[in-house]
T-cell receptor
Framework: AQSVSQHNHHVILSEAASLELGCNYS??????LFWYVQYPGQHLQLLLK??????LVKGIKGFEAEFIKSKFSFNLRKPSVQWSDTAEYFC???????????FGAGTRLFVKA | KAGVTQTPRYLIKTRGQQVTLSCSPI?????VSWYQQTPGQGLQFLFE???????NKGNFPGRFSGRQFSNSRSEMNVSTLELGDSALYLC???????????FGPGTRLTVT
């Protein structure tokens, strides 16, 4: 069965620190990969996506993610976090010919001002 | 364009009752997916509809069902409610299959 693992459930950083959130998935075929973010009191929204091409993708608000096929990973990064990045981040995978997207358990990020 | 809308936003039901939740996707989106979100389990996929056809279903009991209408609006129904069904139910629409999803605000269901 397909699965998505997010390595950290809670992360606390100070402003200006660098961020990397890990995401690994289990599926050997073609995948579409996503990171979604849920700010406090807001809807889930798309941060970035990877379908094909350049494995380094850039999203909104300075976030980027790198797809490493050999490692089945799609880690999210940001060089310098801000207090406003406090949110829950979800990695998601749509694999093969399936019509469902599997989400990771989420990582709660708290940025100290 | 208007976003995904879900009604009602909040519901309180008692065990054994049934409930119907509604979702209106973004105009032009034909794919609608439903998720259950709980603190312990995260987002769990319920089902996905495209052009009125259910194309995939998650690992939920048969008490959970859904449908999609010709205008792409979707409903999900939960019968014989249990305490464990208390959750935030999210609807998401996509312009096409396997694409990025646009989420609604969710319906917060509390079962007492």
């Amino acid at each position: 069965a397909q699965s998505v693992s997010q390595h950290n459930h809670h992360v606390i950083l100070s402003e200006a620190a660098s961020l990397e959130l890990g995401c690994n998935y289990s599926y050997g075929g073609t995948v579409n990969l996503f990171w979604y973010v849920q700010y406090p009191g807001q809807h889930l929204q798309l941060l970035l996506k990877y379908f094909s091409g350049d494995p380094l993708v850039k999203g909104i608000k300075g976030f980027e993610a790198e797809f490493i096929k050999s490692k089945f990973s799609f880690n999210l990064r940001k060089p310098s976090v801000q207090w406003s990045d406090t949110a829950e981040y979800f990695c998601a995978v749509n694999a093969g010919g399936g019509f469902k997207t599997i989400f990771g358990a989420g990582t709660r990020l708290f940025v100290k001002a | 364009k208007a976003g995904v809308t879900q009604t009602p936003r909040y519901l309180i039901k008692t065990r054994g009752q049934q409930v119907t939740l509604s979702c209106s996707p973004i105009s032009g989106h034909r794919s609608v997916s439903w998720y259950q979100q709980t603190p312990g389990q995260g987002l769990q996929f319920l089902f996905e509809y495209f052009s009125e056809t259910q194309r995939n279903k998650g690992n939920f009991p048969g008490r959970f069902s859904g449908r999609q209408f010709s205008n792409s609006r979707s409903e999900m129904n939960v019968s014989t409610l249990e305490l464990g069904d208390s959750a935030l139910y999210l609807c998401a629409s996509s312009p096409q299959s396997r694409s990025e999803q646009y989420f609604g605000p969710g319906t917060r269901l509390t079962v007492t």
